[in-house]
């Protein structure tokens, strides 16, 4: 893992002004915070500079990738703190650039992450960027959910599948409907708006108990988040 040394001091004093990302990874359950906050410094130049060159996100600035992405990802610790401790597999739906499957698997160790997007070039800079920050609990796989969850190999492997601004839950449900174990659960990224919007389409769905976390504004003005939950009942 990338140490505090490893970075420029320029870029180390380059921080958000008046947010103290460390602390709310503490808060987040992260045991090693600085040294965590450290290596998201690491994960952000890497993603800026592999940018120039393969065009990944539009959220390169150190305010858009820590409110918009960094933190965004780590919230679901907050509400579900068993993710700090506890060994679960994760799979992470259209992992896109690597958030939340890249923060969480920097975050928690003992997580194993299966990071899954269908656009190659997404999943080659995933991979890179683990290899960059020493993560060997994180496994990215170019695919499409619709067609692993076909396969044996995948399927009651998952004690969590997420994803984060994907599409809407019932269509990242049934594409990765079997991924689940027997008392696994989905746990979705979602504003209010979303979620109200798919509660009707959720609630037609039969072997599925679906419920909402309270809603919560996240840090930097970056939008109001909720968890949009689905178990077996």
């Known amino acids: 893992m990338f140490l505090l040394k490893n970075l420029p001091k320029k870029k180390l004093k380059k921080m ?5 990302f460390a602390a709310y990874a503490g808060e987040c359950g992260v045991a090693e915070p600085l040294k965590f906050r450290n290596n998201c410094e690491v994960l952000r130049l ?5 940018n120039q060159h393969v065009n990944l996100t539009r959220l390169t600035s150190p305010e858009d990738f820590y409110f918009k992405h960094a933190v965004d990802s780590l919230s679901i610790a907050r509400i579900f703190p068993e993710l700090t401790a506890a060994k679960l597999s994760v799979a ?3 992992c896109g650039a690597g958030f939340p499957s890249l923060i969480l698997a920097m975050a928690f160790p003992q997580l194993q992450i299966t990071a899954i997007d269908s656009i190659g070039k ?15 609990n994180l496994t990215a ?15 009651n492997r ?4 997420t994803a984060r601004a994907v599409a809407p839950s019932p269509k990242i449900y049934h594409e990765a409907k079997c991924f689940i174990k027997k008392d696994g659960r989905f746990i979705f990224y979602k504003t209010p708006q979303q979620a109200a919007e798919e509660a009707p389409l959720l609630a037609n769905i039969k072997g ?11 840090p930097g003005n ?3 988040r909720l968890f949009t939950v689905g178990k077996k009942p």
């Open 16 to 20: 958000i002004d008046g947010f103290d």
């Open 46 to 50: 890497f993603l800026e500079e592999y």
């Open 92 to 94: 992470d739906i259209g």
């Open 122 to 136: 997404k999943i080659t800079f995933v991979k890179a960027a683990a290899e960059k920050l020493g993560l060997t």
């Open 141 to 155: 796989i170019h695919g499409r959910s619709i067609e692993m969850n076909c396969k044996k190999e995948y399927q």
């Open 158 to 161: 998952f004690d969590i599948v």
């Open 208 to 218: 599925i108990s679906w419920s909402n976390t309270s809603s919560f504004e996240l």
């Open 222 to 224: 970056a939008g109001e």
